[in-house]
C-alpha cells in the first residue's frame, strides 16, 4: 500500500516524450515516519503467521504480478522508455525470484541442529535465522521491478515488513507493486510505498525505526545512505555501480562473444549496472571480434516505437557524462569505430564503439552508464585479466573461452562479486545465487541463500540435555577437573597433522 498523504506532488515523466505518466505525492519525514509505525505491528503479525502462510501468500503475489505482467511492463516501459519486450522480461525474472524466495525461506532459514562438539556433547545446539522486523528498500529507476525485488522479496519471505521508497523517475512502478501485494495480503501493511525525492530516501535511512536498508543506486549516494545509517547502526546493504569487463579469449565462438558483448553494453541504452563497458580481446581474435561487433552494432537504433533496439535515456544529466567520456576518450587518442560525439541526441544516444582508447581516460576508468564500449586489444588472458581488475569497481563480469578450466580460473581471479562464462549476466537469471560486488560496487548480497540472510539475524540457542560430571563453569571447579579437560584436549588437539 501506499501512504495516504495532504503532500505536494512531483510528476513521473516518460524520458522519450517528456509527457506526464502520473502525479506521485511527495512523502515527507513525517509521512516516512507514519509508514514505519504501521509496519511495525505489521511486522509482528507477518512473523507470527509461519513459513506456510507466508510461502502461500507471497505465491499468491507472485500469480498476481503474472497475470498483470503486461500492465506492469507497460507501465515501466512508459515510465524508463525501455523496449515493452524489455520491460517483460525484466517483470519476468522479478517474478522467478519471488518465487524462489518464497518456496526456499523456510529450508534456509529454519531452524537446524548443530553438532555442538565433544566437549559440549550435553547440549543440544540449534540454529535458527530470525526476521530483522522493518527493512527499508531504496530502489532505482534502471530496472524499477527486478532489483528491488531482490530485496523485497527475499525481506518479505523472511519475515519482515517493508518500506519502499521507489526511484523519482519510476515511482509509478513500486505503488503497483505494492497494490498487488495488498490485494494479496490485505489484513497487515506488510509493503508499504514512499514516494518523492532525495529527501523521502534520507528520511527513511536515517530513522530509528527502520532494521536494515537496502540500498541500490551510484557509490556516491550510499556513501550518503551509510552515513545516515551509522547515526543509528542501521545496518545497510548496498549494491553500486560498476565497470564491468568482458574478456574474449583466442579460441572464443566470436560471433556469440560479439553478441553477448553487445547486449551487455547497449541493452537498456547502457544503463545497466552489470553492463559490459569495457572489453579485452586477446590480439590473434581481435580484428575478427571487432568487425563482429561494429556490424551489429551499426544494425541498432534507439527510439520509442516497437522496431527500437533500446529507449532514451532516463536520466537528462547523464547525457553529459556520455558526452563527456566520449569527447575524453578522442582527445586522448581513441578512435570511433562506430558513433562519436555527434551519437548523442537528446534524449537517445546511438551505439558508440571506442578503440585504441588510453587506459586513464574516463571511458576506461568511470561507469559511463549508456550505450558506449571501449575495445582493446591484448597480447593474452594474463593480460586481460589485469587490466580487468585494475578498477575500484567489483559488481561483475563476461569471460568468452571454448577452454572450460582456463575459463574457470579467470572466473574465479576477476575481482568481482559475480562472473559468467560464455554467456552475459546468466547468473541474475539463476534466483539460488547470491548478487553483489566488492570495492566501489557494494557490499552484502541479495538473491539466493545469502540474500534470505542478509535479511535476518542469526540466533543461536543450546539447551542442556544431561548434567556432566564435572561443572567447568563453576566455582566448584577443582584442579582434578581441569586436568581431565587438559588432558582430554591434548588427545584430541596435540598432535601434529599428518600430510
Excluded at 515511482?171 to 503497483?176: L, S, T
Excluded at 556469440?256 to 579485452?280: F, H, K, P
Excluded at 555527434?342 to 549508456?370: I, M, N, Q
Aim: glycine content about 10%; overall charge neutral; charged content about 20%.
Amino acid at each position: 500500500m501506499s501512504v495516504a498523504t495532504e503532500s505536494p506532488t512531483f510528476a513521473s515523466l516518460n524520458p522519450a516524450t517528456g509527457e506526464v505518466v502520473a502525479e506521485h505525492p511527495v512523502h515527507d519525514p513525517a509521512a516516512v515516519a507514519q509508514a514505519l509505525r504501521q509496519a511495525r505491528p505489521a511486522a509482528g503479525w507477518w512473523r507470527a503467521l509461519g513459513w506456510k502462510e507466508r510461502r502461500l501468500r507471497l505465491l499468491g503475489v507472485k500469480s498476481a504480478l503474472a497475470r498483470d505482467l503486461n500492465g506492469m511492463a507497460e507501465l515501466i516501459h512508459q515510465e524508463t522508455g525501455k523496449p515493452v519486450q524489455d520491460a517483460q522480461l525484466e517483470t519476468v525474472m522479478a517474478i522467478t525470484h519471488l518465487d524462489w524466495a518464497a518456496r526456499n525461506a523456510r529450508k534456509v532459514l529454519g531452524p537446524r541442529g548443530v553438532f555442538p562438539g565433544v566437549a559440549s556433547l550435553n547440549q543440544k545446539a540449534v540454529l535458527e535465522y530470525q526476521p530483522l522486523g522493518v527493512v527499508g528498500v531504496i530502489g532505482p529507476w534502471n530496472y524499477p521491478i527486478f532489483t528491488p525485488m531482490g530485496s523485497i522479496a527475499y525481506a518479505l519471505a523472511a519475515g519482515n515488513a517493508v518500506v519502499f521508497k521507489p526511484s523519482e523517475y519510476t515511482p509509478g512502478v513500486g505503488v503497483r507493486l505494492a497494490e498487488l501485494v495488498a490485494e494479496v495480503v490485505p489484513e497487515q501493511p506488510v509493503l508499504q510505498v514512499v514516494t518523492g525525492l532525495g529527501e523521502t530516501g534520507a528520511a527513511l535511512a536515517s530513522s530509528p525505526d527502520v532494521d536494515k536498508i537496502a540500498f541500490t543506486g551510484s557509490a556516491r549516494t550510499a556513501k550518503k545512505v551509510m552515513a545516515a545509517c551509522a547515526e543509528n547502526l542501521t545496518p545497510i546493504v548496498a549494491e553500486c555501480g560498476g565497470k564491468d569487463a568482458c574478456i574474449v579469449d583466442a579460441d572464443a565462438d566470436l560471433d556469440a562473444a560479439a553478441d553477448a558483448a553487445l547486449w551487455g553494453a547497449m541493452s537498456n541504452a547502457g544503463q545497466t549496472c552489470i553492463g559490459v563497458e569495457r572489453i579485452y580481446v586477446v590480439d590473434t581474435a581481435y580484428d575478427a571480434f571487432l568487425s563482429a561487433l561494429t556490424e551489429k552494432a551499426r544494425a541498432l537504433r534507439p527510439g520509442f516505437d516497437d522496431d527500437s533496439a533500446y529507449g532514451p535515456i532516463t536520466m537528462p544529466g547523464q547525457l553529459d557524462v556520455i558526452e563527456r567520456h566520449i569527447k575524453d576518450a578522442l582527445d586522448k587518442g581513441g578512435t570511433a569505430v562506430v558513433g562519436g560525439p555527434e551519437s548523442v541526441r537528446e534524449p537517445y544516444v546511438e551505439p558508440v564503439v571506442l578503440t585504441g582508447v588510453p587506459d586513464d581516460s574516463a571511458a576506461v576508468c568511470e561507469e559511463t552508464f549508456g550505450p558506449t564500449i571501449t575495445v582493446h586489444k591484448v597480447k593474452d588472458l594474463e593480460e586481460a585479466l589485469e587490466k580487468a581488475n585494475r578498477t575500484g569497481y567489483g559488481l561483475a563480469g563476461t569471460i568468452f573461452s571454448k577452454n572450460k578450466a582456463r575459463a574457470m580460473d579467470l572466473a574465479r581471479r576477476m575481482r568481482s562479486g559475480m562472473t559468467s562464462i560464455n554467456a552475459f549476466a546468466a547468473y541474475a537469471t539463476v534466483a539460488a545465487l547470491p548478487f553483489g560486488g566488492v570495492g566501489e560496487s557494494g557490499f552484502g548480497r541479495i538473491h539466493g541463500a545469502d540474500g534470505l540472510r542478509e535479511f535476518t539475524r542469526p540466533k543461536a540457542i543450546t539447551r542442556t540435555r544431561f548434567t556432566l560430571p564435572m561443572n567447568l563453569t563453576s566455582f566448584g571447579r577443582t584442579d582434578k577437573d581441569m586436568a581431565r579437560v587438559i588432558q582430554m584436549v591434548n588427545l584430541l588437539h596435540a598432535r601434529r597433522p599428518k600430510r
